[in-house]
């Protein structure tokens, strides 16, 4: 942490010197591990516009490989290069934060942070979620630096306001802004409200969604990285779930959180199933749009199947549990889903036909109110607003 804090000095210094390029962007998301989320679909739709000085990060080498097979940009691993490049861009683009996703510490104190983070949060998050008092390792969060706290009291808040880079947040709404404000400690002018590029694509090729092709992908629960079977725990029947599947020609997949793991005697039990199978791919949305009904607890993505027409259900598998031991919500639950709500998986497939069940029109204020913009691929909208917090417009090259 102290070398970061020497580093970002250095370089706030350096920034007197060298200026930013105009049209230099850079995107990453999740710590540089993986390709997806908001800015996996900006940083692609950029591409295709006008691809020139436009990159993505990362650390790992296989997503390296993959984005220069597609033909776009991408730059891996600390070298000089790289290093220059964050020195010299306009704006940089992550879904966490700039500091996790790209080389934070290189980047120039006049570059612009656009931070489109990773869903609508349904749980607390950010200084909201630390005010709990639960361990870091539940928030998922690094082990708090006992050093960098203890030079926190005795410099001036100056000092570290300094520090900080210009970030801009995205959220899809006025109540959304609302919410990061509060957990990121910024105020009004910080937010850029607008769509979520992620969903472009499902709004693109909606209509192709499977009948009873269901998906669950709850939140993560307990310490980050930890083996958790969150389907026994709460009445999964491995049988029942493969009968009433079969009799009404349905299917069911599992996608855990990348922070939770089944145990791998669960896993070769479904693996013998034809109706429930494991999705352990990379990026959700690439697959979000097939499916005709999504189950989750306390995820984003239940914002995300409201925002793009998908029938969707609250589980709320062990509620007061994850409340006491995990975190707190900033809604009710009957404020989210104002339907009767499954109490654990042996009621879900009991009553199946009733879950399974259509009920968008019941949802649209829900979805009014945390999606606020149309049926319809944002990208491009973004890309103005972001211009404007650049001082310029932006220009569609593709359609001139």
Not at 212 to 236: C, H, Q, V, W
Not at 258 to 281: G, Q, Y
Not at 360 to 387: G, H, M, T, W
Request: with cysteine.
């Amino acid at each position: 942490m102290m070398k970061f804090i020497f580093t970002r000095l250095v370089i706030f210094l350096l920034s007197v010197f060298v200026p930013t390029k105009k049209g230099l962007f850079i995107f990453g998301s999740w710590f540089g591990k993986k390709y997806g989320d908001n800015t996996r679909a900006l940083f692609e739709h950029l591409s295709n516009i006008q691809p020139e000085n436009v990159y993505w990060y990362t650390d790992n080498e296989k997503i390296a490989s993959k984005i220069i097979a597609s033909g776009n940009k991408c730059i891996s691993g600390v070298n000089m290069k790289n290093i220059f490049l964050h020195l010299r861009a306009e704006a940089v683009f992550c879904n966490c934060s700039a500091n996790s996703d790209l080389l934070g510490g290189y980047i120039n104190k006049r570059t612009k942070v656009f931070n489109l983070w990773h869903g609508t949060p349904m749980k607390k998050i950010g200084k909201d979620a630390v005010k709990s008092g639960l361990s870091h390792t539940r928030l998922g969060m690094s082990k708090p630096n006992l050093t960098l706290s203890l030079i926190k009291k005795i410099l001036p808040s100056t000092f570290y306001n300094f520090l900080k880079l210009d970030t801009y947040y995205l959220a899809s709404s006025p109540e959304v802004s609302k919410i990061l404000q509060g957990a990121m400690g910024v105020n009004e002018e910080k937010i850029i409200i607008c769509g979520y590029p992620k969903l472009d694509k499902i709004f693109i090729e909606s209509g192709y969604a499977e009948p009873y092709k269901i998906l669950y992908a709850p939140t993560y629960r307990g310490e980050y990285n930890s083996e958790l079977d969150i389907l026994t725990m709460f009445g999964f029947n491995i049988e029942l779930a493969d009968k009433v599947l079969k009799e009404n020609k349905a299917t069911l997949t599992i996608r855990l959180h990348p922070a939770n793991k089944l145990p791998v005697a669960v896993i070769n039990r479904i693996n013998n199933t034809n109706t429930i199978s494991i999705d352990n791919e990379d990026d959700i949305y690439e697959s979000l749009g097939k499916y005709s009904l999504v189950i989750t607890d306390y995820s984003s993505v239940y914002f995300d199947a409201l925002a793009v027409g998908i029938n969707v259900l609250i589980a709320p598998f062990g509620y007061k549990d994850y409340l006491e031991n995990d975190r707190d919500l900033y809604f009710s639950l009957s404020e989210l889903y104002p339907e009767r709500m499954p109490i654990d998986w042996k009621d879900f497939f009991e009553h199946f036909s009733y879950f399974a069940s259509n009920k968008r029109e019941q949802f649209s204020s829900i979805r009014n109110k945390f999606y606020s913009f149309p049926y319809a691929p944002c990208s491009d909208k973004l890309l103005s607003l972001v211009y404007l917090k650049l001082g310029r417009e932006y220009v569609n090259k593709k359609n001139y």
